[in-house]
């Protein structure tokens, strides 16, 4: 094999992705019929925080009556937790909530828990549940988890002003970049509480970006739900009694713009910072295809949420809503349905392995498939319609900046392997330079391009999309990216020795010295890594 074909396939294996410092994974299990549960999971990192959530139900692909669905968090301290109960083919109104400092939480109508476990702890490879009290009923529960040594987190809970003001909530410790917050209805009540009737929320915030999804099933004889685009909404009826924004995100916290008060609320948030993580709001008209782009990294996990209806202040009648996750390698949508009016009561509850959202329907409604992940979003594939638009809520977490196509440069860039460091003067002619492998053995009379050149090893062999090398490009790479423009495949190589590749610097050169200049620049990065330096991308905010 020629020199210049072993440095192709060098590049091709020294361009991996580079090591990122956050990262998230979703998963499922069933609860255990103890009092302590060690569940394995996949995150290979000790998690920094973790959201859990289900539908009450017991097995998969399968409508169940009623409904038992949560969504808890915890930053690996503190835990929060809302539960909703909505019970099928009753003669009255059978809705409750339940609020409590647990991770998990299974409820009846009645102020005594069917199950409830707290977060025991977590390594990089399980998480301990401790359970009191269990019932032991198989139900599956769901979880994200997320880790790196970027992510910072924190779950707190406070009272609202009961009027329209500004108010700062503190104690954070760092600035946040994204809110995941519980309201079930309850004012100035501890920990745990209970009411008779489900009145919960689900809502998020990020910069410039924010949703609310709420549902009602009232003793007063009404079921309904809402989505709006506020960090908090709450409404029994039109107009809201309930809303507020996020002025801003601070260094100790963030501070709230409440623009409707009509008394106090307790809020449970959960605070996360770091790179690659993002909320988001999308609408979409099943069926179809659907491209969400333009975030600044490569979603890996998604979180999603919708109420199937329009954003907007005006309830739509009947609760309804989905939950969803999606990794690599894992599917998971949780769906609940109530109606109650006219009598008895229809509730329904689904978990589906195939799916990230899904109604509750006995006959296939509305569905949403995540096809794939891409370098800056992820596409959905929508089933289903019930003749008008749809909005979802959603949060994304990435590998860090710009994914793949964008990794070249900001791995193998001129920060880690630039001129300055992997020059003349450290990686050139004297350690790996002409006279061991120079223009002569490696360079065009030998096996120039026309062997290994751009053909073989450049935009045809290991193109933009395996070589990084469509964003490498000439500002940081230099020759990966100017190998594809200058050196691709439309002339096929075939006389490579005759053409000026353009490189970062604006200079141009010839295929020998380009491969020259590329290998001083491998080599520098593997002997970095033989001697255990981590590349990590730079940060973008």
Known sequence: MTDQRVLGLLALTLAAPPTYASSAVVGSFTQGNGASQQVAHPLGLQPRAAIFWASGGTSVGTIERSAYPMVG????????????????????????????????????????????????????????????????????????????????????????????????????????????????????????????????????????????LGLNVQTAGFANRYFAPDALFITQSTPPVFTANVASFDSNGFTLNLTRSSGNARIMTLCLAGQGLAVGLLTTSAPGTQQVGGLAFSPQTVLASTGFMPASETPATVARFSIGGASQTQTIATAMRSIVSPLPTSATSLYDATTLLAEAEATPGISARLARFSTDGFTLEWSGTDGGPISVGYLAFGVGDAGAADAGAADAGAADAGAADAGAADAGAADAGAGDAGAADAGAADAGAADAGAADAGAADAGPADAGAADAGAADAGAVDAGAVDAGPDDGGVRPAERQLHVGCGCTAAPAELGLALAAMLLVRFRRRSRGETFVAPVRR
């Open 73 to 212: 968090f915890t930053d690996g301290a503190a835990t929060y937790v809302s539960g909703m109960t909505a019970v099928d083919n009753q003669s009255f109104n059978y809705g409750a909530r339940a609020i409590a400092p647990a991770l998990i939480t299974f409820d009846t109508g009645t102020n005594t828990p069917l199950a409830r476990a707290t977060l025991a702890g977590w390594n990089a490879s399980t998480f301990t549940l401790a359970w009191s009290p269990n019932d032991g009923l198989p139900r599956v529960i769901h979880y994200l988890l997320i880790g790196g040594t970027d992510v910072s987190a924190k779950a707190l809970d406070f009272i609202t002003n009961n009027t329209a003001s500004t108010q700062a909530v503190t104690g954070v410790g760092f600035k946040p970049d994204l809110l995941v917050s519980l309201y079930a209805a309850f004012a100035n009540s501890g920990l745990p509480s209970y009411s008779p009737s489900l009145h919960s929320h689900l809502s998020a915030a990020g910069p410039g970006v924010e949703w609310s």
